[in-house]
C-alpha cells in the first residue's frame, strides 16, 4: 500500500483548520466593503511584522537541505508591504503601525524556527499557499473595492515575479514531497502547521477589533 505524498497529508490534516482562519469578523467586513483604507492598513500592518520575521528566517536558513528549497527570494513580502503602507498611510507608516498581541506571537514563533528547518516550512507552507490561492480572490476584491492597482496598496498579493502560479504551486507541493525528513519529523511539521494557521486565525480575530470602531460605510 502507498502511502499519501506529504503535500496531500498535509493539506488534509490542516484543512479544517485553513477553513477556520477564512472566517470572521474582519474579514467578512472587508470583503463586503465595509471597511475604510486605514482599517484595511490594521491588516496590511500585521501582515508586515509576520513576514519580515519569515523573510528573515528564509535568509539564515538559506543554506539548509531542508528549509533551503523553499528560499525563493521572488516570494519576499517586505518591499511589497513597505510599498502598500505607504500608499494606505503616507510616507510617515512606520510610525503609524504597532504589531498587536496576536501577531507578536505569531512573529516570536516564526523566529523560532531559524533552530528548526521543519518549523519553517510549516510556517512558511502556511502563509505563502494562501497568498497565492485564495489571497489572489482577496486582491481582485480589494482592487475594486479601493482602486489599488499595481505600484502600492494590494501589492503584497502580487507575485509576478515567480510566473505562473499554479505550475509554481505545483512545484512546492513537489517540494514538499520531496523534504529528506523521515516520518516522526513530517508529523511534527503537521502539527506546527495547524499551530501556524491558529496563530494566524488570532491575528484576524483580533482585528475584529477594527470592525467594532470603523464607522458604518
Known amino acids: 500500500m502507498s502511502e499519501a505524498p506529504f503535500s496531500e497529508a498535509l493539506r488534509s490534516a490542516t484543512w479544517s483548520d485553513h477553513s477556520s482562519a477564512e472566517d470572521g469578523a474582519y474579514l ?3 470583503m463586503a466593503g465595509r471597511l475604510g483604507p486605514e482599517a484595511y492598513g490594521e491588516l496590511v ?6 513576514y519580515v520575521a519569515l523573510d528573515g528566517v528564509s535568509r539564515a536558513l538559506a543554506g539548509d537541505p531542508v528549509a533551503g528549497p523553499f528560499v525563493v527570494p521572488e516570494l519576499y513580502r ?4 513597505v510599498r502598500d503602507l505607504e500608499t494606505i498611510y503616507g510616507p510617515g507608516w512606520a510610525d503609524r503601525i504597532e504589531p498587536s498581541a496576536p501577531t507578536r ?15 519553517y516550512v510549516a510556517h512558511h507552507y502556511t502563509r505563502y499557499m494562501g497568498d497565492l490561492s ?19 496598496g494590494v501589492d503584497f498579493y502580487r507575485f509576478d515575479r515567480i510566473g505562473s502560479l499554479p505550475r509554481f504551486k505545483n512545484a512546492y507541493r513537489a517540494r514538499l514531497d520531496a523534504l529528506p525528513v523521515d516520518e516522526a ?20 480575530a483580533d482585528l475584529g477589533r477594527v470592525v467594532r470602531t470603523e464607522p458604518a460605510a
Open 105 to 119: 506571537a505569531l512573529v516570536a514563533r516564526i523566529e523560532r524556527t531559524a533552530g528548526w528547518p521543519g518549523g
Open 185 to 204: 519529523e513530517k508529523q511534527r511539521i503537521i502539527r506546527e502547521t495547524k499551530l501556524a494557521y491558529r496563530l494566524n486565525t488570532e491575528v484576524l
Open 78 to 81: 517586505e518591499e511589497a508591504l
Open 45 to 50: 500592518a500585521q501582515h508586515y511584522f509576520a
Open 28 to 30: 467578512t467586513a472587508l
Open 134 to 152: 485564495g489571497g489572489q480572490f482577496i486582491r481582485m476584491e480589494l482592487e475594486k473595492i479601493y482602486g489599488y492597482g499595481p505600484g502600492g
